[in-house]
Every structure is written in C-alpha cells, then in structure tokens.
C-alpha cells in the first residue's frame, strides 16, 4: 500500500507498509534490541520506499533529547582548531548525533560565554568548547551546571572534563630529535602568548634543553601565519643549526627566509615544525614535523559528553591527554662538521 504524495510520510504509514506496530518501527529508528533481522530489515525497506524522515522536533519532545550537540570554537581558517572541528564531527556522526558550531571570529570572555548560552537555547543535548587559548579557557565558568560539556585544550578547567593533545610531549620529541642528531642546543619560533598550545610547546621545549644541560636561546616569537615565521627565519642568528618551529605554517615561512639568506636546511641549519599539515611532506625540504591526532581528539571528546550524557559521574572530572608523534623527514640532519 502506497501513501498519497498529498502529505509527508509519517510513523503510521511505515509501520502500515510494514505490516508492524507503531511500537516496533520506533524501536528500530531509535536501533533498540529484540526485533527481528526480517523486521527489521521490511521496516527499513518501507522507511525506504515511503521516503519517511524523521521529526526530529518531535522526537527531542518525546524522548527529551535532541541528537544535537554545540560545538563553539573559532578562526577554523587555522589547521589545528578546523582539524579540531573535524575530528569532533566525525565522532559524533559516528555516535549518532549531529553538531551545531558557532565560529567566533575574536576569543573573550563574553563571546565565548554568548555562544554557550545562544546554542543551550536550542535544546542541544552537550556541548563541546574549543578552547585554545586562556580566555576561552576561563570562559568555560559559564557553562549551565546541568548541560554536559568537555573542553578541547581547555588549560586547567575544572568545572568540564578536558582532552588535550600533549603539546609538552610533543615539543620534547621534536628537541630530542635535534639533540640526538647532535646538535648543541635548538632554537624555538614559539606561538602567540595567549595560546595555551603555544605555552605547551614552549615549556616542552625549555624543558628538554634544560634537561640535557644545553643553553637555551631567546625566543623568537611568531602568530602562526607563514609571514611572521619568514620574519623569524631572517631574524634567526647565524650561530644556529637547528630550529624548533611551533606550527608547520612559520615553519614553512622560516624555510623561505632561510633559502633566501642562502642557508641550506638540513645540511647547514635543522628544522623541525608542529601539526604535520597535509602540505608538509611537499615542503622544499620535506618537513620533519610532530603529528597531533585530531581524530582521537574528536573521539575522546564524544566519548567523555556522552558519559556525562548516561550519567556516569567520573565522566564530568575526567581529564584525557592524546599523545603527538614525531614524523621523520628530510629537514633535519646531524650539524655541520660532525
């Protein structure tokens, strides 16, 4: 039996094609146990053929859930933070549930605080709140106590479970990569200071050279973008023979400036970057560079809110750390003369 095209298809024209109840229908569009494979299957072929689509609206009235969750983040132009946003999407298509994103052009308090509250409004089921850098991290205050939230980077929240690439441990395998070459110390062109990945992976960094007795050199600081790491490739001492970049972007940039002073990279100075953009493998030379998971990210933190979503209580003070790895190519070498 054909339903007229005068209307949409409802729940009770494919439970009729079927041949089942309203009830058993309902189970398997919400892919509940203990219906039959051959039900199911006649049920999903009469979703099929009727062309049903669910009322979302009104299955968030019934079951008080949306399938929505809020994602606020900003500037996805950068790799990172639209990688970030990717990875997050990915996972909760995954999981069933379809995200809402609020892109923030600058980070305060008070924008961040807005979007919270602007996608709460919508009957969101979670949210999740990159937050790469301190205001947007302090900004996580103002979540409502009763909506489930994670912080992707997120500092020292406490009031969100937080999951974060280790940005430390990164940096420390890209310096010991260089030491390990044989290089005496490692110069860094670092991220703007109100990056919480920045601050990571300059403390990593520091951290490393301190450890291995080295000096550790002024650092260069830059904003991400190719520009300000061309700048701190012409800035860049002569003395060096390696160079820790804090984003493949700069590191790229540091490349152009180099070539144009008439340095060689690896054979006079070694250059390691962050991210392992899609890019860097074609880089002239191809860059040695530490890799961050986006994908796992994204899946810890659908993880984690949907804990919170089933009401697991360890889910709300959970914090997830994502280990970065170090890809190996052509720009790095021992240093000259050893």
């Known amino acids: 039996m054909r339903v007229r095209a005068s209307r949409p298809p409802v729940m009770a024209d494919v439970a009729r094609v079927a041949g089942v109840s309203h009830q058993t229908v309902s189970r398997v569009l919400n892919d509940l146990p203990n219906v039959h494979p051959s039900t199911r299957k006649r049920i999903l072929q009469a979703i099929e053929e009727l062309g049903y689509r669910r009322n979302l609206s009104a299955r968030a009235l019934v079951t008080r859930h949306s399938r929505v969750l809020g994602v606020v983040s900003f500037d996805t132009t950068l790799y ?19 995200i809402s994103i609020v892109s923030l052009k600058a980070i305060t308090r008070d924008s961040v605080k807005e979007a919270i509250q602007h996608l709460a409004g919508q009957g969101i089921d979670g949210i999740v709140v990159v937050a790469p850098q301190r205001q947007a991290a302090q900004a996580l205050a103002s979540v409502p106590d009763n909506l489930p939230a994670v912080a992707v980077e997120g500092g020292r929240a406490r009031k969100v479970p937080v999951v974060s690439v280790d940005q430390v441990g990164g940096a420390r395998l890209a310096v010991q990569h260089l030491l390990d070459l044989g290089h005496e110390t490692v110069w860094h062109v670092a991220g703007p200071d109100d990056w919480l990945e920045a601050e990571g992976r300059l403390k990593g960094w520091r951290d490393t050279l301190e450890a291995a007795g080295r000096r550790v050199p002024d650092v260069l600081t830059g904003d991400w973008s190719p520009r300000s790491g061309y700048e701190a490739g012409h800035r860049l001492p002569a003395e060096a023979t390696a160079v820790f970049v804090a984003n493949d972007q700069m590191a790229l940039g540091l490349l152009r400036a180099l070539s144009e002073r008439g340095v060689r990279v690896p054979d006079d100075v070694s250059v390691v970057g962050f991210d392992d953009l899609p ?43 994502v280990a970065a790895s170090l890809v190996p190519r052509a720009s790095t070498a021992a240093p000259p003369g050893a």
Do not use: M
């Open 80 to 98: 990172g933070p639209a990688s970030t946003v990717h990875g997050i999407e990915q996972a909760a298509r995954a999981a069933g549930y379809f």
């Open 279 to 321: 890019e860097a493998e074609f880089f002239s030379p191809p860059l040695t560079t530490v890799r961050q998971d986006f994908g796992l990210v994204g899946r810890h933190s659908i993880e984690l809110l949907l804990g919170q979503l089933q009401k697991d209580p360890p889910a709300r003070q959970r914090r997830v750390s």
